[in-house]
């Protein structure tokens, strides 16, 4: 009970002070990913648009993957690109944090996300963590164990949640949502578990229109073609997520209601994404909850012992248990 009036405190606190301001100062970590420079160009634009007239991205520590060759290749060129919009560029994410008022931690190696997420809290600044929220089920556990510990308040998504027809299936305007089948594209990244560096996308699609409650996965494995992951939901509902290896990137899928069958939206930009983390910054309210950022990590987690079980079931509850040991034993050794 206490803590819990704690957190309200802290959250009211740190949303105020971002409100008492003309303009928010946003600080950037990690510049191995072309969302920096997206969000940096959007927040940063002469327009009168509310991300422009309301926020500024002022500071940013470009690293960063070192192992991830596709993103920190990256890291110069974005350097650049963040420079010309007046960004300060930092020898440390300490250094950083004292020009700002929220971070964008935008790491593209989710690996590093729990110590770089764990400096920005003790600094007491709100956080959006940009997928994915850790590497692991068990980061991800350990993540938002942190964050509640500090008073700080996080949300991680992928920008499909926001696409307006995935909002609007969400909302119910289409009928009460029988099942689903998504896809986006999946590629193998040997540093993270499969699903979690890209296919998340997809994932996080299933479960917006969807929403929680699954509770056991069954996965069919194609290598170098396509993965299928059929979920099963706790009121008889069923949801499938295709990893697309090959061809084109797409995004999308088949939302079922009781009127018919619609197609869900698919990407549509990122400002979609940082209007919300916007309000998120304004408010302190985070417009995803932890649960399900957390049941998104279990889906994929129990995906991969099903794979590695030669496809046979394998319930959420068994990932939750698996996840909760890795977590308990990274925030031991951070002590």
Same mark, same amino acid.
Request: with cysteine.
């Given at each position: 009970?206490?803590?819990?009036?704690?957190?309200?405190?802290?959250?009211?606190?740190?949303?105020?002070?971002?409100?008492?301001?003309?303009?928010?100062?946003?600080?950037?970590?990690?510049?191995?990913?072309?969302?920096?420079?997206?969000?940096?160009?959007?927040?940063?634009?002469?327009?009168?648009?509310?991300?422009?007239?309301?926020?500024?991205?002022?500071?940013?520590?470009?690293?960063?993957?070192?192992?991830?060759?596709?993103?920190?290749?990256?890291?110069?060129?974005?350097?650049?690109?963040?420079?010309?919009?007046?960004?300060?560029?930092?020898?440390?994410?300490?250094?950083?944090?004292?020009?700002? *008022? !929220? /971070? #964008?931690?935008?790491? $593209? %190696? @989710? &690996?590093?996300?729990?110590?770089?997420?764990?400096?920005?809290?003790?600094?007491?600044?709100?956080?959006?963590?940009?997928?994915?929220?850790?590497?692991?089920?068990?980061?991800?556990?350990?993540?938002?164990?942190?964050?509640?510990?500090?008073?700080?308040?996080?949300?991680?998504?992928?920008?499909?949640?926001?696409?307006?027809?995935?909002?609007?299936?969400?909302?119910?305007?289409?009928?009460?949502?029988?099942?689903?089948?998504?896809?986006?594209?999946?590629?193998?990244?040997?540093?993270?578990?499969?699903?979690?560096?890209?296919?998340?996308?997809?994932?996080?699609?299933?479960?917006?229109?969807?929403?929680?409650?699954?509770?056991?996965?069954?996965?069919?494995?194609?290598?170098?073609?396509? *993965? !299928? /992951? #059929?979920?099963?939901? $706790? %009121? @008889? &509902?069923?949801?499938?997520?295709?990893?697309?290896?090959?061809?084109?990137?797409?995004?999308?899928?088949?939302?079922?209601?009781?009127?018919?069958?619609?197609?869900?939206?698919?990407?549509?930009?990122?400002?979609?994404?940082?209007?919300?983390?916007?309000?998120?910054?304004?408010?302190?309210?985070?417009?995803?909850?932890?649960?399900?950022?957390?049941?998104?990590?279990?889906?994929?987690?129990?995906?991969?012992?099903?794979?590695?079980?030669?496809?046979?079931?394998?319930?959420?509850?068994?990932?939750?248990?698996?996840?909760?040991?890795?977590?308990?034993?990274?925030?031991?050794?951070?002590?």
């Amino acid at each position: 009970m206490i803590r819990n009036v704690f957190l309200s405190i802290a959250t009211t606190f740190i949303s105020t002070a971002a409100w008492a301001q003309d303009v928010i100062k946003v600080g950037i970590i990690g510049l191995d990913t072309s969302h920096s420079p997206a969000f940096t160009e959007l927040m940063n634009a002469d327009s009168d648009d509310m991300l422009a007239t309301d926020f500024e991205v002022v500071a940013a520590y470009p690293y960063g993957s070192t192992t991830i060759e596709n993103s920190y290749k990256k890291i110069p060129q974005n350097t650049e690109a963040v420079k010309k919009h007046g960004v300060k560029i930092t020898e440390s994410i300490a250094d950083m944090l004292d020009m700002v *008022d !929220v /971070v #964008l931690l935008e790491t $593209n %190696d @989710g &690996r590093i996300h729990l110590e770089q997420a764990e400096e920005v809290f003790k600094a007491g600044k709100i956080c959006y963590i940009d997928k994915p929220i850790g590497a692991t089920l068990g980061q991800a556990m350990a993540i938002f164990e942190l964050a509640e510990k500090y008073g700080i308040p996080i949300f991680s998504s992928s920008a499909l949640r926001y696409s307006p027809r995935n909002a609007d299936i969400r909302a119910g305007k289409y009928g009460e949502v029988q099942g689903a089948d998504c896809y986006s594209p999946h590629f193998v990244e040997p540093t993270h578990p499969d699903f979690g560096y890209y296919g998340i996308h997809g994932v996080e699609t299933l479960f917006t229109v969807m929403g929680t409650g699954c509770v056991e996965v069954v996965r069919m494995n194609s290598p170098e073609q396509s *993965d !299928v /992951v #059929l979920g099963r939901w $706790n %009121d @008889g &509902r069923l949801g499938s997520f295709r990893g697309v290896m090959n061809g084109t990137y797409i995004y999308g899928g088949t939302v079922f209601t009781q009127d018919g069958a619609i197609p869900t939206g698919g990407y549509e930009g990122y400002k979609v994404l940082l209007d919300e983390i916007a309000q998120f910054f304004k408010t302190g309210k985070a417009p995803v909850s932890k649960e399900e950022t957390l049941e998104i990590f279990a889906f994929m987690k129990a995906a991969n012992m099903s794979r590695d079980r030669g496809g046979k079931p394998v319930t959420l509850k068994e990932a939750y248990k698996e996840g909760e040991k890795e977590a308990r034993k990274l925030l031991k050794n951070m002590k």
